[in-house]
């Protein structure tokens, strides 16, 4: 992704190649590949560690675990590597290009596009599993106080989020930071609840990613969330230190305008997963 707002097609570059890495490609970055691989090492992780469990044992019981961590790393040294050259490397030197403003905000609504696929692929598979013959024996309560105050949590900071993108329009920059590290805040303490609600999960309710069909569906779609989460609150604040360094103005905004988008979406995501997952997840 890069910003509309920072961009200019210069001297012969297209963001975000300029001085990017490896040198000496011409113009192709590699941290979107990098990226990738992570995230392809992720699911990649997840198979071995259940060929490794139980009568199966086709795999040693760590290759999971290990290939799911190291793919971890690298997607976020993909991810840091690709943002920083987006959004951060030679930002002084670049101009505003009304064009490149509505290509990026293009760009982003394709990848949104193909982020809908994804959840929804995964919305399917509970659907399916849902129509069959189902039990919540053994399965924790759900809908309890966290959930809702999360959820709380997230939705306002959608509003914080709407809200700093007017005071800036307005030539409000207190109020702009303000709301804008509030929406980081919340964004981190709403990541902070889900990792919790995980540890009561799985430490002592003994509900895991292995506790039957309905468990490997919370799981992957409440992680693949919070995964998605994570991504938002590194952007927001990306957009807050460059915020901080008096890099927008009611003019020039797009990197804030796409991460907002994105934002949005994350939140919009997390309602359809309390009403699909936690309240028909509950139901007998």
Not at 30 to 54: D, K
Request: glycine content about 14%.
């Amino acid at each position: 992704m890069g910003t509309a707002d920072d961009t200019s097609e210069g001297e012969g570059h297209h963001l975000p190649a300029t001085e990017d890495w490896p040198r000496g490609f011409g113009e192709a970055s590699w941290w979107p590949f990098i990226a990738a691989a992570g995230a392809a090492g992720l699911y990649l992780g997840a198979a071995l560690f259940f060929l490794g469990r139980g009568d199966i044992g086709l795999v040693p019981e760590s290759a999971g675990p290990l290939v799911f961590i190291a793919s971890a790393g690298l997607f976020l040294f993909g991810l840091f590597g690709w943002l920083y050259h987006a959004f951060i490397a030679d930002y002084w030197a670049r101009g505003t290009d009304s064009h490149g403003a509505g290509t990026l905000r293009f760009g982003m609504l394709l990848f949104l596009g193909t982020e809908i696929a994804t959840f929804g692929a995964g919305f399917v598979y509970f659907f399916f599993i849902r129509v069959g013959e189902w039990s919540t024996a053994g399965q924790p309560e759900l809908l309890g106080s966290l959930v809702l105050i999360n959820t709380v949590i997230l939705v306002v900071s959608s509003f914080t989020f709407h809200f700093a993108e007017v005071a800036l329009r307005n030539e409000n920059r207190g109020r702009f930071l303000g709301l804008l590290g509030t929406t980081l805040l919340l964004g981190i303490v709403f990541i902070g609840g889900q990792v919790y609600e995980y540890y009561e999960f799985i430490v002592h309710e003994g509900f895991t990613l292995t506790s039957g069909i309905f468990g490997s569906a919370f799981f992957s779609l409440t992680g693949l969330h919070g995964l998605h989460v994570t991504m938002g609150a590194i952007l927001i604040g990306i957009v807050f230190v460059r915020g901080l360094a008096g890099q927008y103005s009611a003019e020039r905004h797009t990197s804030l305008s796409t991460v907002s988008m994105y934002w949005h979406f994350v939140d919009v995501v997390w309602l359809f997963l309390v009403v699909v997952l936690y309240v028909g997840g509950s139901a007998a």
